[in-house]
């Protein structure tokens, strides 16, 4: 057994501290020398004086583009944005774009996105995402690495619908592109500081500036936060569900001469997470299709004993072992942008990530052992993964009959896992207790290579036909060897069990379109993708030789309809898009069962399908006040599902919607500078998000359906623009609207994790630029 105390990552609570408190001293001494420089306008002015909508610059073709012109569905967030709204990690942003959706589990390596209702929602090491992260260009090949604090960021690209002619190597749903703020010869810096009720702060800060006159330039950014949590347990008295935050980001630009540019980048996070168990909403199971519902009077009786109360506002547990997880993320790349011949870019990103995770849970969710509460099980996990990715491409001038972006593209990554469950049952009728425990030692290794090129073809400056590929080869092996104390399964512990297994598949992925200028300010587009998602193992600690045969790589089709436009003089920007995606082969887990415990294995689940339409409208009405609304319609189905022998779920689920994928959601949001007089300024900031219900398990079971929710937010912020700070009050979740994220019905009780804004909150966040 590898000791959970000894083996941790580690990192000091104090070191982002003081990281934090250079930052600030160096903020000073910037600020005693030199002034920041001052923003790029927000927009122009028209002849009544109100200023128009600002034109948003975006690298979805891996090249700068206004995000009006792009032939693609695109959200943007910046980063004052998520300052703004204290939204400073993936999940809390992605909340508000409404055709992304998150999964909740306990452990960060099992967390997944999903775009338009598609996404792979699995733990094995064997499988990559259907919708890939990228940061400052390089892809991330596991989902785990990218929950984190996301430091110094300048804005967030959510590309939806299949992008793989162009991004790595599993886009087949969609993209998130992270893009940091990059290092200026401009002296410069920020603190920013902010307290949130629930016992919550966080400290960033960053400082920017020349180096070497002409030549180099620098940025180093920092952060630390914590919060305590939201969920109490009952049995030691102490908060969960929170987390802690340390880490940093450097970047060098070196200029050496006006033809090329080298960026130098470096990031480091550690991450504490004090459980995310999930709470128990009721003590039921109701069966699907027959919709019997099966009451646990055990459940009941034991959670009582316990303090707990089963019910719709419950955030309390009663765990006798820690859970936590604890991740390090760290990486350097190096991107190189080489001008020649009369503009064309050659462009080489060269970059190396390291992940290391480590989980312990309390998986019964009791605390005591009583002969209505049998068993008690707890795991201790570990993961290390590394990865190794280079890409190389060319892009040619604009203006010319044809334009393009051609280049190469290779992957390593080998991961190492280990996972140990240990199982207490207590025989009722001597009060004898049986210990046993399973160890699997783990891992898969994969390697990806790839071509890709995509063109626009411009008959006229106002007509073009888009036309992309990537040709892909994947390698990929797994081991899995797996030791018991027990010859027999026990719960959530299957016997003893060894395999290895290699395959090599190559495949494509594809786009097709053509896009029309209606005007200066509005064009249409029809676009065709082929998405591509390679081949898969289902590894992971339960796996059987039922399990050990390659999943098929997942493919789909998509078409997609888009208008862009900007209206009334520039003051109404309206986006809209309508997309129909039929996926082949769908790589998704479904329950399983291991001496009556629940556990999940990855299968091709069959053909399923998604189609809907998404609204993006901005609006400048009065020089002082813009609104804006995003809504996402989305009909996400089970088309033909393949249902596998000995499946725990009922396999009567054709036409039936896909999990995470509520039909309808939006978020309205209204910007009003309320007072100014030149210096100072008022401004108050409101949103409303809200979804309808949608089902989060593949077995459609009626409990596993979240009901609609929707949750409401405001600030007020006070700005002195001479001074260059601001004061502002955030208030999360006005309306005290409760909700959970299901996560599954086990145990005799449906289970759902606690978000941060479960209940209402507030906070000041105080902002300074030097």
């Not at 693609?72 to 300052?83: C, D």
Request: aromatic share 10%; proline share 4%; net charge negative.
């Amino acid at each position: 057994m590898i000791s959970a105390k000894t083996r941790h990552p580690r990192a000091p609570r104090a070191a982002g501290r003081i990281l934090l408190a250079g930052l600030l001293a160096s903020s000073s001494l910037v600020a005693a020398t030199s002034a920041m420089a001052a923003e790029a306008a927000a927009g122009k002015t028209d002849a009544q004086g109100v200023t128009t909508l600002e034109d948003l610059v975006v690298t979805a073709r891996l090249r700068s583009e206004t995000l009006q012109n792009v032939p693609v569905a695109i959200s943007v967030v910046t980063g004052a944005l998520a300052m703004e709204e204290n939204r400073n990690d993936l999940t809390a942003l992605v909340a508000v774009i409404p055709s992304v959706e998150f999964r909740s589990q306990p452990s960060n390596k099992d967390q997944d996105i999903l775009i338009r209702g598609l996404g792979t929602i699995t733990t094995s090491a064997g499988a990559e995402p259907t919708v890939s992260t990228v940061i400052d260009g390089v892809v991330l090949a596991r989902p785990g690495q990218m929950v984190s604090d996301l430091i110094d960021l300048d804005h967030i690209e959510v590309l939806r619908g299949p992008q793989g002619t162009l991004f790595g190597k599993n886009a087949s749903a969609g993209v998130i592109s992270i893009v940091t703020k990059d290092p200026t010869p401009t002296p410069g810096g920020f603190i920013d500081a902010s307290y949130y009720t629930g016992n919550e702060y966080r400290i960033a800060g960053a400082v920017n500036g020349e180096i070497i006159k002409d030549k180099l330039s620098g940025r180093l950014a920092g952060v630390t936060s914590s919060f305590d949590g939201n969920v109490t347990n009952v049995f030691n008295h102490t908060k969960i569900n929170g987390d802690d935050f340390q880490g940093a980001r450097g970047k060098l630009l070196w200029t050496p001469s006006s033809d090329l540019r080298v960026v130098f980048g470096a990031d480091y996070m550690y991450t504490t997470q004090s459980g995310n168990p999930g709470v128990f909403i009721n003590n039921r199971n109701v069966a699907y299709p027959t919709g019997v519902v099966t009451t646990s009077a055990n459940l009941l009786s034991v959670l009582t004993t316990e303090g707990v109360t089963p019910s719709f506002g419950n955030h309390n547990v009663s765990q006798n072992s820690p859970y936590d997880d604890r991740d390090l993320t760290s990486g350097a790349y190096v991107q190189a942008d080489y001008s020649f011949g009369g503009g064309y870019t050659l462009t080489s990103i060269s970059a190396y990530r390291y992940w290391r995770n480590v989980q312990r849970g309390d998986l019964d969710l009791f605390s005591i052992l009583t002969a209505l509460s049998p068993t008690q099980q707890v795991d201790l996990g570990h993961v290390w993964e590394k990865q190794y990715s280079e890409e190389i491409r060319l892009a040619s001038p604009k203006g010319n009959l044809l334009d393009y972006v051609i280049g190469a593209y290779y992957l390593h990554e080998p991961d190492k896992e280990q996972y140990r469950r240990d199982v207490t049952q207590l025989t009722a009728a001597t009060g004898a207790l049986t210990s046993n425990f399973g160890v699997n030692n783990f891992g898969a290794r994969t390697t990806n290579y790839s071509v890709f090129g995509e063109a626009n073809i411009n008959f006229t400056k106002d007509f073009r036909a888009i036309a992309g590929l990537r040709l892909v080869h994947d390698d990929l092996s797994f081991y899995t060897g797996r030791t018991s104390t027990s010859a027999t399964a026990v719960p959530g512990v299957s016997p003893a069990f060894a395999a290895t297994g290699s395959t090599g598949v190559s495949g494509y992925a594809d786009r097709l379109g053509l896009q029309y200028d209606i005007s200066p300010t509005a064009n249409a587009y029809f676009t065709y993708s082929r998405g591509y998602k390679g081949p898969a193992y289902n590894v992971f600690f339960n796996m059987t030789a039922l399990q050990t045969n390659q999943l098929n790589p997942e493919t789909s089709n998509a078409f997609e309809v888009g208008f862009k436009s900007k209206l009334l003089d520039n003051h109404l920007q309206l986006n809209v898009a309508v997309f129909d995606d039929k996926v082949s082969n769908y790589q998704a887990n479904e329950p399983d069962l291991v001496a009556g415990t629940v556990v999940t294995r990855l299968i091709n689940a069959g053909d399923v399908s998604t189609k809907g339409a998404e609204v993006d409208a901005v609006a400048r009405v009065l020089d002082n006040l813009t609104f804006s609304l995003d809504y996402s319609y989305v009909d996400a189905r089970i088309d033909s599902f393949s249902c596998p022998p000995g499946s725990a779920i009922s396999c009567q689920v054709n036409g039936k919607p896909l999990p995470f994928a509520p039909k309808n959601k939006f978020t309205i949001r209204g910007d009003w500078t309320a007072w100014t007089n030149g210096r100072y300024e008022v401004a108050l900031k409101t949103d409303y998000s809200w979804q309808a219900k949608q089902q989060d398990s593949i077995g459609q079971t009626p409990d596993t359906i979240q009901p609609a929710y929707g949750i409401w937010n405001g600030s007020i912020a006070l700005t002195d623009r001479q001074a260059d700070w601001n004061a502002r009050l955030i208030f999360k979740n006005i309306a005290n609207q409760h909700y959970y994220l299901i996560q599954a019905e086990g145990n005799g009780g449906l289970i759902g994790s606690v978000p941060r804004d479960f209940s209402r909150y507030a906070g000041i966040s105080l902002h300074k630029d030097f």
